[in-house]
């Protein structure tokens, strides 16, 4: 039997679909993701072919870098997705979900620009990058 994730925006104009189990998932505390999303930002890396969007015209992709684009609900705001432009792979907000999603935070990365309110306490790998 397949296995399935779904999950959406806060609107439902934009929800989706992933076939087979996500990848552990990771924090990210760069300064692009904590002032896209207000804090750090935790998402699952997959492979787009086990994506399938559904609500896509209400999808507003901006371009934050040269090599990455983020996806977010033109209706209402909702940061859903970080995509590298230069491999097949998309990101997916872990908050987006519909629980259970089966995985646990796996390790944080880009902590040399977390926030200088919080501390990471939780014993996870931390790297700088």
Request: proline residues 3%; charged residues 20%.
């Amino acid at each position: 039997m397949t296995k399935y994730h779904s999950g959406g925006c806060l609107c439902g104009a934009v929800t989706f679909k992933v076939t087979g189990d996500l990848a552990a998932p990771n924090a990210c505390h760069c300064d692009q993701c904590r002032k896209q999303s207000g804090h750090y930002w935790a998402s699952t890396d997959l492979n787009e072919a086990d994506v399938e969007i559904e609500g896509a015209d209400a999808l507003t992709w901006f371009q934050s870098s040269a090599k990455v684009r983020r996806g977010v609900c033109s209706q209402c705001g909702s940061f859903l997705f970080w995509n590298p432009t230069v491999n097949d792979t998309i990101a997916i907000a872990m908050g987006a979900f519909d629980q259970p999603t089966d995985v646990n935070l796996s390790m944080h990365i880009f902590t040399s620009q977390k926030g200088d309110y919080y501390e990471i306490s939780d014993g996870l790998p931390q790297n700088e990058r």
